[in-house]
């Protein structure tokens, strides 16, 4: 099985950005658990904080992987693009957020990406990703 992990804008400040909020690991340091967790899962990871680099890697791999672990971050409340990607790829996607995005300001209640996802999860810290891949197997 072969999933690939997009994180979107600022995600690659995890570990030093607002720590109450994300906690104070860093992904790569997560991401290396997760690929000891899951030892017969193929795991690959992508991050950028720009939209269309996003939208270029999910159509990349939208026909080839089984699937795709997508925690846009701010894109998800403001990006059609990366909702429009993820509904033209054939590759499921699990939209996640390590936040309780409900929990937080208004604008962070609407997603652009959920209506094309299999499905979302939400407010589990870092674990929210774990999760994700659990719903593939």
């Known amino acids: 099985m072969k ?3 997009i994180n979107g804008p600022n995600l690659n400040l995890l ?3 607002e720590p109450e909020v994300y906690g104070s690991t860093t992904f790569q340091d997560y991401f290396e658990q997760l690929q000891s967790k899951f030892p017969k899962v193929e795991l690959e990871y992508y991050q950028s904080n720009i939209e269309g680099e996003l939208i270029g890697k999910i159509q990349e791999v ?12 701010a894109y998800t409340h403001t990006s059609v ?8 790829v054939e ?4 939209e996640v957020h390590i936040s309780n995005t409900h929990k937080r300001e208004d604008f962070r ?8 996802a299999r499905g ?4 589990f810290g870092l674990q929210s990703y774990d999760l994700a891949i659990q719903s593939f197997l």
């Open 3 to 5: 999933l690939l992990i």
């Open 15 to 17: 570990g030093k950005r």
């Open 62 to 73: 939208g026909f080839s992987y089984d699937g795709i672990v997508l925690n846009a971050a």
């Open 81 to 88: 693009g990366i909702g429009d990607a993820v509904k033209a």
């Open 91 to 94: 590759t499921p996607v699990i």
């Open 109 to 116: 209640h609407v997603s652009y990406i959920s209506s094309g």
């Open 120 to 123: 979302v999860i939400l407010g």
